[in-house]
């Protein structure tokens, strides 16, 4: 049969049926799978009445859920046929897909579904990671086959009509190319234009939510294109807005009283054409498709640009959001309303959530207000529901409910700038508007039960003493009952290269408790637990490295050894607010929570990788699912060793020459190849040469070699002199970092004096890239000088390299460095200075791990001749299978490593490294010696540790 055949014969089938929810469901779904080619849903390897496990301890059903590996997937919700208000349905599948562990409900490995369907037998409402993006009838699904491309057996990209996300960029950068106009070319003043900007949406926004009347906006401006003044229409229509006191007559008579603040000043603008065409453009669209909290971050990101043709680029999806908004607010109050028996606990309830006050105190653009705004009113719902569902009409006449309760005063917002102030303030403007329709929509049948009104959706509330411009750090936060939110992420590098010294000094000071080499996110998270009182709850986003090391222990080891539970968390995502950003995502509980904990980690740097999930009985500080490794013991002995250094930081690029300029050169002496980690990755050789004048105590001795000297004067002197007295300048002393480097100039910033040492008296050294997706390690040549993107171990025994190439250093790596993005980032202080040596192994065990390591690399270097490939490229291919020699080198090497240190195969490896860590930090306690890096004693004089491959140190030539 062909597709226009199945598709013919699926819509006839459907127009037989009844809509019957329980009866037709299933029958349905399964034609829906046969029309676009599978056998039917269990021959596509489909689940029909999917248990959906909540981690309140509940298990629901999906009616479809699909999601096979490397498929899109989608979970179909159907609802009977009469039902018409579809979009009420949302909250109850949006809370399955969030709820839901894939590799519980389907199999190990799987993913959540990308799509999500609800239908009604004669409509589709489909969303992507749930966000609507298109809305179907039965009637047009024949023409209409594009949108649903992935559900074909080969699946293709779907072309949408009603994507929400598509239809809110296209809106604000049409708004932000006014703006843009306004103030760039026309060099109007900028608060004023947004301000007036922010006027307009609104005023859009309201014209097609039925509170202006029809069309009165657009029609406002056609008239100005058509010669009225902008100036005057406009400006009195926004006039009118702010005006409690109704038009007696004119044009604005029918005008509502706005209130809300936004239209308190009102600075009218003349617009010319060009900016009539663009408002005129941004009346066509429907504001009705238009997320206020998407618009509202784009908006805020040109808004912010200081470029001219620089537009916001970045917004936090729903689905990113609800990682906070789900376990911080929805599933506790689910809880309580599902425990709720008897009709004075569900009044009691709907008191109590009208008085639920959310902060954010880093909202931005107020995103994550407006969906907890919306979710509020949702479980409001769910409680309004229960009552008409449970109880006779006779004890439900007295209630007179009304209008909803929630208030979105009950929703508090602080941020440092500005804009983002009122544009947050606008966003829970329109939010009040979308959910008045939102409520308007769903009361129908309950007003004449439980006394429900109509929601006007005006006048707006006023939320400058809710939402306010403050330093949330040094000021006081207002009263909340959860608080939520994506504190900025400078890590302790970007602190201080982007903020006020004098600023960061005080932040220091109001939190000494908290490491100063911690990220500056930290802080929101220690001072929402600072102030919690015992059953209150927070979410938070925060650097990936809120898990790791100092930003850990000024954050989450606080959290959890001062009456903290982290309930639900995500150890490592790319962040959806920012492709470049990876994060994490930590909800907690001041208090007791004894139900399941979902733990979440991305596998890839791309937003579309997988995610592993764990249900633990506990989630660590460090967000993991192994054992806890936060406090392993620092060994002395490795500390000591001079075995793990990072590489030369040169700080300019003067002292580097492309091997034209090293071969033009009188004297080679004191220049060397220098290699770096992504020549060590990709080329396997030093692409550059570099100058090294480090020996030099004094410019007289660094002049010795007068070409050497000559070329970095010009070059790096007069930007290390620069640096200096821009130093200086700022911080009104003669000494500092800067100035002190700018005294012996010709040195580099890090020249890793002891480290040139050692390896100047061995033939080869060991280094990994310091930042890494891969444990690849590989021995240069004493004549390479290493940059310090490279961390590199002073050692060139073969049994070292076995030890720190093997899968037990990797996972202890792992488990202990810091991360930068969604890559490993090794730390000698962590990593290095933790890792416990094998302590006692035997001859026999040390000559297998050293030709264990030998036979690896020989593997490694046959592989890559053979197919011209990098190291890169062949670990890249190793992750697809591990049939190959080179895994199975490394496998031997594993398991000789193993044997060494005594381990057993079925045991942990990082449970039984932990122990060896504290028995050995014991041992140093009670002043014994241990084994630390390198050769044991015993095998010094055994010729058998030694060989001679590494990468030689030849420039390729250009």
Known sequence: MNKIQRISDFTEYVAQLKGDEKGEAQLFCDRFFRAFGHGGILEANGALEARIKFSSGKTKFADCLWSPPGRSGVLIEMKKRAEKNLEAHFPQVRDYWVEMNPEIAIGPGAQKPTYIIICNFDRFLIYKHLTLVDDINIKEFEDRLSAFNFMLTEEKEPLFHHNIEEISQTAARTIGELFKYLTFDRNENREDSQRFLLQCVLALFSEDFGLLPNFFFSEIIRDCKYGASSYDLIGGLFKQMANPKPAKGGRFKEIKYFNGGLFDAVEPVELDDYCLDLLAKAAEFNWKNVNPAIFGALFEGTMNASERHAFGAHFTSEADVQKIINPTIVRPWKVRINKAKTLSELTYLHEEISKFRVLDPACGC???????????????????????????????????????????????????????????????????????????????????????????????????????????????????????????????????????????????????????????????????????????????????????????????????????????????????????????????????????KMLANQLGDSIDSQFEYFELAEINSALSANIDLSNAKDLMTNAKSGACYQGQTHGHKGFLLSLEEFNSLESKTNVYPYLIGEDLLSKGYPNRYVIDLNYADDVFEAKEFKELFNIIKVKVYPDIKDKADKEAKRSGKNTGPRQNHYKKWWKYWRARAELIEKINHIDRYIVCSRVTKRPIFEFVSSKIRPNDALQVFPLEDDYSFGIVQSNIHWEWFKARCSTLKGDWRYTSNTVFDSFPWPQNPGTKEFEKVCNKSRMLRESRNKTMNKYNWSLRDLYRVMEESDENP?????????????????????????????????????????????????????????????????????????
């Open 366 to 596: 107020g995103n994550f207000l407006f969906v907890a705004y919306l979710t509020l009113k949702d479980l409001e719902m769910s409680i309004i529901e229960k009552m008409a569902g449970s109880f006779a009409r006779s004890s439900l006449r007295s209630l007179n409910l009304g209008i909803s309760r929630i208030s979105t005063r009950q929703l508090f917002g602080l941020d440092v700038l500005p804009i983002a102030v009122e544009v947050a303030k606008t966003t829970m403007m329109l939010a009040k508007e979308v959910a008045a329709e939102k409520w308007n929509n769903r009361i129908g049948s309950l007003m004449g039960t439980l006394g429900l009104s109509f929601d006007e959706g005006l006048p707006l509330d006023r939320l400058d003493d809710c939402i306010y411009n403050c330093d949330a750090l040094l000021q006081p936060w207002p009263e909340f009952d959860v608080v939520v939110g994506n504190p900025p992420y400078q890590s302790k590098n970007k602190m201080k290269q982007e903020m006020d010294p004098a600023y960061i000094e005080k932040v220091r000071k109001a939190f000494p408790e908290v490491p100063g080499r911690a990220d500056f996110c930290v802080y929101w998270i220690y001072k929402a637990h600072t102030l919690m009182k015992v059953g209150q709850r927070s979410g938070l986003v925060g650097t990936n490295t809120i898990r790791q090391n100092y930003s850990r222990k000024g954050g989450l080891d606080f959290v959890v050894n001062n009456g903290g539970v982290i309930t639900d968390a995500v150890s490592s995502q790319v962040w959806s607010g920012d492709a470049v950003v990876h994060v994490s995502i930590v909800n907690w509980i001041k208090g007791v929570d004894n139900a399941p």
């Open 886 to 958: 080179v895994s199975k080198a490394q496998k031997e090497l594993d398991l000789a490593v193993l044997k060494a240190y005594g381990f057993k195969k079925r045991d942990s490896i990082l449970n039984s490294l932990f122990i060896l860590n504290g028995q050995l930090a014991k041992r140093e306690e009670n002043r014994e010696e241990i084994q630390g890096p390198g050769v044991p004693l015993c095998f010094k004089n055994n010729s058998k540790y030694l060989s001679s491959d590494c990468l030689n140190g030849m420039v390729a030539k250009s």
